[in-house]
């Protein structure tokens, strides 16, 4: 292929993407509309919307309010949602979870087949757990597909969303610290097994996606996702653009280094946040206290999980609470951290975190407007998302919506794999 030959491809292919972008994203809307917003001509948009109508992924719907030229009405163009299919794998510490998604995220189907990650890991050396994973993933995905019953030539992508460090472009988990993986090839056999494009993608990263593109996210440049539960892990859209840095490492934001001499943490170091805020420092913290003879409530808890450790608090005992506030506590002094470097005007948190209750989110927010540089707390929007396993699955789906909807090709071939897959 010539360079020139190239350029006109990527032109091509990144001017669909662009009119795709906008009738996801504000449809129903008129051809002249897209040229105004583009600033691409109306014989061009006629040329990529007749061409987006025929592979079925846009259609005409009804008519605009306002007369457009020689007093026709002008005719509006919608996604067509069911024109794809998406494939969305989440890992969780307990399970393998997978949701079909249509071409706006809306899961249509989910599945879950129980896996003890955290358990095998310590019973296995390293590397020899994904060849398991990778199976039990492909028996998750088939038994998807069996219950969906779509035609398996309307399958878009598959993403698979994990934590730790993901190397995104060559589609390995470079560094999964709470299976204890390291360089592990997860999107290579899958794709070669399923034959469609996989995207690996971190997973706090892959709900930032799904919120800017189809979440509350959508109108904000600048925005955190920080998903709490098991772990502590952040999604970052800075400008309009999700950070992914300079290793795919970007938003570890669970190890921000906090307390020195403090608990180890699941990465092996001490006092990171995910140390003193997440589900393992609550239980830990609890359990101290129970054993002590100072545990209160705790010590009569049926379990203690950080959701019953919530209500014994909201039911009134002190200790709960204490446990609560001191870990939320710590939370909100890292999101002061990342409001003085980042300066966002929306913080979406998930996670298993939402369901920890008032003492833990009140000291969370008191700490983080307490301790913010002078102003840039007042901005800030926090946002609670509920969601449970589902909800990461469908931003794992969202990492390849995002890919076909516009996100910058990482690489030239990749602009061309993943160049309207349902042609
Ligand atoms: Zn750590």
């Known amino acids: 292929m010539t360079p ?58 009804g008519e ?41 995220a809306n899961v249509l189907y989910a599945v879950s087949l129980p896996f003890a990650f955290a358990e095998r890991a310590r019973q296995s050396a390293a590397n020899t757990v994904p060849d398991e994973v990778v199976a039990v993933t492909v028996q998750t995905i088939e038994r998807l597909l069996a219950e969906a019953a779509i035609d398996p030539a309307k ?29 592990a090839p997860l999107a290579a056999p899958l794709a070669a097994r399923f034959n469609i494009p996989v995207y690996l993608e971190n997973d706090a990263r892959a709900l930032a996606i799904a919120e800017q593109w189809f979440g509350v996210g959508r109108d904000i440049d600048t925005f955190l996702v920080v998903a709490v539960g098991y772990g502590i892990g952040g999604g970052f859209v800075v400008n309009g653009k999700l950070h992914r840095g300079a290793l795919g490492g970007a938003g570890e934001f669970g190890h921000l280094p906090l307390l020195p001499g403090g608990p180890i943490c699941s990465c092996g170091k001490p006092g990171c946040l995910e140390a003193l805020a997440a589900e393992p420092a609550i239980i830990r913290q609890a359990q101290a206290l ?114 076909l909807f516009g996100a910058t090709p990482r690489t030239e071939a990749e602009a061309i794999r993943i160049s309207f897959p349902l042609a």
């Open 155 to 183: 399958l878009v992508g598959i993403g698979v969303a994990i934590n730790g460090i993901v190397d995104a472009e060559a589609g390995i988990s470079r560094f999964a610290p709470h299976f204890g993986w390291r360089d």
């Open 290 to 403: 129970v054993q002590s003879g100072a545990g209160g409530m705790l010590g009569q808890l049926p379990a203690l999980t950080p959701e019953q450790i919530a209500q014994a608090a909201a039911s009134g005992d002190e200790t709960a609470r204490r446990v609560l506030s001191e870990a939320g506590a710590w939370l909100g002094i890292g999101l002061a951290g990342l409001v003085n470097v980042l300066n966002p005007k929306l913080i979406v948190i998930t996670g298993e975190a939402v369901h920890w209750g008032h003492w833990y989110f009140a000291e969370m927010e008191a700490q983080l407007r307490a301790r913010a540089f002078d102003g840039l707390a007042d901005v800030v929007q926090i946002v609670h998302e509920p969601g449970g396993n589902d909800l990461w699955a469908r931003g794992a789906a969202c990492v390849v919506l995002g890919e």
């Open 64 to 104: 605009a309010e306002t007369e457009g030229r020689a007093g026709r009405r002008a005719v509006l163009l919608q996604l067509n949602a069911r024109a794809g299919y998406v494939v969305g794998v989440k890992f969780s510490i307990r399970a393998i979870d997978a949701v079909l998604t249509d071409l706006d």
């Open 4 to 61: 020139m030959k190239s350029d006109r491809t990527l032109m091509k292919q990144s001017n669909q993407q662009l009119v795709l972008q906008l009738i996801q994203g504000r449809g129903p809307i008129s051809r002249k509309e897209i040229a105004q917003l583009t600033g691409l001509s109306p014989a061009a948009v006629s040329g990529i919307t007749a061409e987006l109508i025929e592979r079925g992924l846009v259609q005409e719907v």
